[in-house]
Structures are given as structure tokens and as C-alpha cells.
């Protein structure tokens, strides 16, 4: 890998600010992009990366701070202001025409006109140049439809050359591609570079970023890490970067995870090879009655992928699952909830708590799904079940009446686990449990998974906060790329141990 060009910086970023209501999404950041490199922006989620790209890109205004530009001082109060200055971005879902042909989406906004108006011999004759430059040859009069996510985006970074871009900015351009056409898109990546294409490269994929990035810069909670030449910041050092800890500073955790766990008899639930093409390669797990096991590995890593594949929310290409020893298929949530399996999201806006009906009615939406929606469930039993679960999740305030959107984060996401609760399930799959949550409902949470555990209900937990997974499970499945890489039981499994882990260890290791 070349080293990285120390010219002088193409954007330059100075004190950025941004704050939006109750947050502040970048505190005082600095940011450099130079020429001819390829950058990659790392952080976990709410780290601050998304924010930083849309102030570069003007889709935000900033609070303060400066943005500069080949040297010059910008405002951008657009995306268009952004473009005009050399800024292009390809985002993860491509933002291009697929009723079009290839040609007409390169050449879009941009096409070769006549007397007579656009001139489309001219527009293919132009793109296909333009592609060629990229090393791609492509039937220009083709629909893009017909063409894969990968090439769909080789077409996008083709149609933000024409812009004669000096910045592009990638983010997660890899999330649904193969090996193969990682190597492809890579290739396009370098030729760039060394066009002196300044690159700046947003992914969760750690090997994918140490393969193909010169320079790295680490945000965390909406503040500047630092930045680092790839060759001077070891995968390890990294990761405890981007979780905002120190390694050494931390202790090994354990205390339900000292449990014994009988495994003599079958797994509440077995996943066996299971895997979706693009999205997670061949995963194995089985979580035993009692057991807490948890999915380590940073934000990307393929941890939701899997659980939505055993809950049936997205449909697995192959393998095979179990429950209680008995061959399944597990089409869908609602047959999830059928063999008692619960699920409770990681984004619990979106897909956990209902925020205009009640606590109550957040509850029991569960227990009435399950039972169906002709059995209605009398209102002394809703009672009980309400007032059974709000105590003891300790929901505050008290109020089985209130809209669930006046709740803390943490209220609500003790309500969303009261719903899976009341259900009797016999695994629980708990995503991001703790997110965003202040330290005494963290607590409350962990405390109730150790309780239930303790009485043999299965769980399956993820969290980024390491030291709850180490805590809580007794055995730790680790996922790195979308896959695998291995199964460490928490009784001999320290986290600097499992941090190194995490960064460094082959696919298939088990310690």
C-alpha cells in the first residue's frame, strides 16, 4: 500500500459544530481529506459519521466552524453547492434511475446537447468513455435494472466523475456485495487514488477498511478521536478507539455468566449453516435452556443480520433450524411468535414501541398477537399482566394509561420487554437492549435478563457495551464482516481478550 500523500488537503473541516434538538451531533471536529488517499470514518453508531457527511455534502448547515475546499472557504446551504465544488457521494442505496439505461443515468443532468436538443448518440458515446474510464465496459443502451447492486454502483461513481469530482465519498458502498465484487469495486477505488481522486470511505468492515484505506480518523459520541496512517493503528487499538476505552483500564466481568449451563439434552434452538447472500455468510448457534448467549463484534458486523434470519423478519437463503430438536421453518415473525420465540428490535422507535397508544396497550400487543386477534383477552387478565410486568421492570411512572411516547428511552425499552414477556416465550432475542438508556434502567434490564436466565428461559443477547455481554453470557458468538469468526466461552474470556478477538482472529477460530 502506497503511504499517504502529505500534500496539502483537499477539505479541510475546522471546528465543526452541529447540534440538533437535546444533541449534539459534532462537537469542535476537525477534519483533513487529502488527494490521491483513500480515508476511511470510523465510529459506532451515533459516533457522529453520518453527521460530518451530510455538513460536507450541505444536506446540513453547520453551527459553527469552518469548511474548505482546495483552499477556498465554502458555505453550503445544498447538495447542489457541494457538487458544484467537487463533493460527490454514492451512498449505500443507489440514488440513481433504474428505469433508465446506463448511459442516460451516467450522462444525467449532464447530457450532450445539439441544436435539436440532447443529443443521445452523444450521451452513449459519452458515458461508455467515461465508464471505460473506470475500467468498466458496459452495454450503455442496457436497463440499469437488469444490472447488479455492484455495478449499479460503478455506475453511480461513474456519473459522479462527470462532475469532475474531487472528492468521493463512499458510505458503506460493500454492505451488500460479494467478495467478488468487493475486489471489483476496490479496483475502481485505487484507479481513482491514483488519479489523485480524494476518496473518503465509510464502513463497519474492519478488514475491508485496513485492505483498501491509506488514512483513518476516529469519531466517537460526536467528538474527533484522531487521526491515524493505517500502518501506525493496529486493528485491537481501533476497536478500543472507536468503544471509547482503553483495554488495559478495563476488567474482566462475571457474574451470571459464571452460571453452569446443562447441555446434555437439546437446544431450545439450533441454527445450523444458516446464511443470505449479500447480506451473512453460513453462521452456526444453539442457546440451551437457561443460557445467556450473546453476539459480540461492532456495529455491521452481521450481529442483526443473524437474529433476523432465526425470527423469520428476513428470509434465509439456506441452512437449517431447531427447535427443542424438531427440524422447523421460521417464515416470519408471526411464526416466531407461534413457537414462542420473541424478538425485540434494536431500533425500538421504529420497530419496538407504538408511541401513541398506552403503556398498557404496548404490553399486551404481544399476548393478543399470539393468542389472535378473535380471543380477546378480558380485561381482568389485562390487568394483571399490565400491572404484573410494570412492576417488575419497575416502568416509571407508574401509569398504565400513559402514551408510551412520554416515556424515557429507557421506560420505553422496559415496556417493549414487558410486551415479549407477558408472551411466556422460551428464547428471547434481545438487540441493543440498552441503547441510548441512562445507567440505573441498564442496570434494571441486565439484572432482569440474569433473573430470567437464571430460570431457564434461553436468551440470545447483543450489545456494543462489551463488558454487558461478558457479564450476562456464557458463551459468546463473535462476528466480523457479516460472518463467523468464532465462539469464546466468557468464564476464560477477559475483554481485552475478546476486543483482540474481535479484531484479529481468523474465520472459524474457537477459543
Known amino acids: 500500500m502506497p503511504a499517504p500523500n502529505e500534500a496539502e488537503p483537499v477539505v479541510q473541516l475546522r471546528g465543526i459544530s452541529i447540534r440538533f434538538p437535546g444533541v449534539l451531533a459534532l462537537d469542535n471536529v476537525d477534519f483533513l481529506l487529502r488527494s490521491g ?13 453520518s453527521t460530518l457527511i451530510k455538513a460536507l455534502t450541505g444536506v446540513c448547515s453547520i453551527d459553527s466552524g469552518s469548511i474548505m475546499v482546495a483552499g477556498v472557504d465554502r458555505v453550503f446551504s445544498s447538495p447542489g453547492d457541494a457538487q458544484a465544488a467537487g463533493i460527490s457521494t454514492v451512498y449505500q442505496e443507489v440514488n440513481l434511475c433504474p428505469n433508465l439505461s446506463v448511459g442516460e443515468n451516467v450522462m444525467l443532468g449532464h447530457e450532450p446537447r445539439g441544436s435539436r436538443g440532447i443529443s443521445w448518440k452523444s450521451v452513449h458515446t459519452e458515458a461508455a468513455r467515461h465508464l471505460k474510464n473506470l475500467g468498466l465496459h458496459l452495454d450503455t443502451q442496457s436497463l440499469l435494472s437488469t444490472h447488479s447492486i455492484a455495478v449499479q454502483q460503478l455506475v453511480a461513481i461513474s456519473r459522479a ?92 466481568i462475571s457474574a451470571n455468566a459464571d452460571r453452569s449451563i446443562d447441555r446434555t439434552g437439546a437446544p431450545v434452538l439450533r441454527a445450523t449453516g444458516i446464511a443470505r447472500r449479500g447480506v451473512l455468510a453460513e453462521a452456526d448457534l444453539d442457546v440451551y435452556p437457561g443460557e445467556v ?50 424478538f425485540s428490535s434494536e431500533d425500538r422507535r421504529a420497530e419496538g414501541i407504538i408511541a401513541h397508544l398506552s403503556v398498557a396497550e404496548n404490553i399486551l400487543l404481544g399476548l393478543q398477537a399470539r393468542r389472535g386477534w378473535l380471543r380477546r383477552i378480558r380485561r381482568a387478565e389485562q390487568d394483571e399482566v399490565v400491572r404484573e410486568f410494570m412492576a417488575s421492570l419497575d416502568v416509571r411512572p407508574a ?58 428461559l434461553a436468551v440470545i443477547f447483543i450489545s456494543s457495551e462489551l463488558e454487558e455481554v461478558l457479564r450476562l453470557a456464557q458463551r459468546i458468538v463473535v462476528m466480523r464482516d457479516r460472518r463467523q469468526i468464532g465462539l469464546l466461552d466468557s468464564r476464560v474470556t477477559d475483554l481485552e481478550g475478546l476486543v483482540n478477538f474481535m479484531a484479529t482472529a481468523n474465520q472459524g477460530s474457537v477459543a
Do not use: C
Not at 488517499?37 to 459516533?47: D, Q, W, Y
Not at 425499552?413 to 416465550?425: N, Y
Open 161 to 252: 466523475m462527470v462532475r469532475d469530482a474531487r472528492v468521493l465519498i463512499l458510505d458503506e458502498p460493500t454492505s451488500s456485495l460479494d467478495r467478488e465484487e468487493v475486489d471489483r469495486l476496490f479496483a475502481v477505488i485505487r484507479d481513482l487514488r491514483d488519479k489523485d481522486v480524494a476518496v473518503l470511505f465509510v464502513s463497519h468492515f474492519l478488514e475491508q477498511v485496513y485492505e483498501i484505506a491509506d488514512r483513518i480518523t476516529v469519531l466517537r459520541n460526536g467528538q474527533l478521536v484522531g487521526e491515524y496512517r493505517v500502518e501506525d493503528l493496529p486493528r485491537g487499538q481501533l476497536v478500543t478507539k472507536m468503544i471509547g476505552r482503553e483495554i488495559t483500564e478495563l476488567e474482566a
Open 399 to 456: 401509569d398504565p394509561a400513559m402514551l408510551a411516547r412520554n416515556l424515557s428511552g429507557g421506560n420505553q425499552q422496559k415496556v417493549v420487554l414487558a410486551r415479549w414477556l407477558a408472551t411466556a416465550p422460551q428464547l428471547l432475542i434481545l438487540d441493543e437492549p440498552t441503547r441510548g438508556i441512562d445507567v440505573g434502567a441498564k442496570a434494571d434490564i441486565q439484572r432482569k435478563v440474569a433473573e430470567l436466565a437464571s430460570q431457564g
Open 37 to 49: 488517499e483513500v480515508h476511511a470514518l470510523m465510529g459506532e453508531n451515533g459516533a457522529g459519521k
Open 293 to 342: 448467549v450473546g453476539i459480540a463484534g461492532l456495529l455491521g458486523s452481521g450481529r442483526t443480520e443473524l437474529v433476523r434470519l432465526i425470527y423469520g423478519a428476513d428470509r434465509a437463503d439456506q441452512g437449517k433450524l431447531e427447535i427443542n430438536g424438531h427440524p422447523v421453518k421460521v417464515s416470519s415473525p408471526r411464526s416466531a411468535v407461534e413457537r414462542r420465540i420473541a
